[in-house]
């Protein structure tokens, strides 16, 4: 049996969002986010040496669904990235798995990164025989991977501003996120893409400004336990981000029909009862609701009275 080594790590929901980024590679955001890390939703990486002159490769582990070809080649390019900059020379099998099923329509790239860099990096220090880097230092290098996955080290909130990355102090109570599962299948224009596509849009000038305004009046939201003007900020950004994406050249959209549908329940329950949820929709169909936990029960309720449609859910605790 050969040495292995195995960590998780858990997905992460932005409420400001990283959308944009800088030509140079590495993954520089142009404007800082903020985040919920999803602590039930979470990627497993296993990491195990091959005999000498074997290739690395990449299996899913047993029970989980195999990755697209792309999704196989950019985390081994990662990989060997990583063990390039620490001089490892060893060949290993990958193994990976996420414990929410392939079908909820979750991104998986901030999760799979962060697992693959930890389980990377404790692998690397042992054989090395080294210390292992701090978290932030992590987060950093699983940056480089995908973007978002730098703010997976860090929970209950997150923020990532440029080089900096920590929990920002938080009042309110723990929240979950309701997961409204509209359209799981794959995205017609990637998170990568629409990084790019963004800077297209005549709206892009003005991105980095209104989201620094908006971070700033989250952090005061979240010191001071503001849920309601929480979700007034993270229903602003999302149209924003949206914004974005419906005036880029040529324009695309990930929204379902049943998106709008939700938005307007959010929209009539905070206009009729002066309560609800946050919501957000990131590069997709599906909308994240995040509530105070004792609360769930009676939102899942007044979807289920709402709504003329059953859409699936999935729900995580931060
Ligand atoms: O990390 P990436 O390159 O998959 O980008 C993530 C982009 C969004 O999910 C849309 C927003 C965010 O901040 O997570």
């Not at 590495?26 to 040496?49: C, D, H, K, Q, Y």
């Not at 998986?108 to 930890?118: D, E, G, Y």
């Amino acid at each position: 049996m050969s040495k292995q080594w195995k960590e998780s790590a858990p997905s992460n929901i932005a409420l400001i969002k990283y959308m944009g980024k800088g030509e140079g590679g590495g993954n520089v955001a142009t404007n800082p986010s903020l985040s919920m890390t999803l602590a039930n939703f979470r990627t497993t990486v296993e990491l195990s040496l091959l005999p000498e002159g074997s290739d690395d490769a990449w299996d899913p582990l047993p029970g989980s669904a195999p990755l697209r070809r792309e999704s196989t080649q950019r985390f081994l390019d990662f990989f060997q990235r990583l063990k390039k900059q620490e001089s490892i020379h060893q060949a290993f099998l990958l193994r990976s798995g996420n414990n929410f099923p392939s079908d909820a329509g979750l991104a998986s790239s901030a999760s799979s990164f962060a697992a693959l860099t930890k389980t990377a990096y404790t692998a690397f220090s042992e054989l090395q025989s080294k210390p292992l880097a701090s978290a932030e230092k992590l987060a950093m290098i699983s940056r480089t991977g995908s973007g978002s996955s730098c703010r997976s080290f860090f929970s209950p909130w997150c923020v990532w501003e440029g080089e900096k990355i920590f929990v920002p102090p938080s009042k309110l109570p723990e929240l979950e996120d309701v997961v409204v599962v509209l359209d799981a299948g794959f995205k017609k224009v990637s998170s990568s893409q629409a990084h790019t596509r963004v800077k297209s849009s005549p709206l892009f000038a003005g991105r980095t400004d209104r989201s620094v305004q908006r971070m700033q009046e989250s952090l005061s939201a979240l010191a001071s336990g503001d849920f309601k003007r929480l979700a007034e900020i993270s229903y602003a950004e999302l149209w924003d981000m949206h914004s974005l994406f419906h005036t880029s050249t040529p324009p695309f959209f990930y929204f379902a029909p049943e998106t709008l549908s939700v938005l307007r329940f959010v929209e009539d329950l905070w206009e009729k009862e002066n309560w609800g949820p946050i919501s957000t929709i990131d590069a997709g169909p599906n909308v994240h609701l995040l509530i105070p936990a004792g609360d769930k029960e009676k939102l899942l309720a007044k979807l289920q009275e709402n709504l003329k449609f059953t859409p699936k859910y999935f729900t995580s605790r931060a």
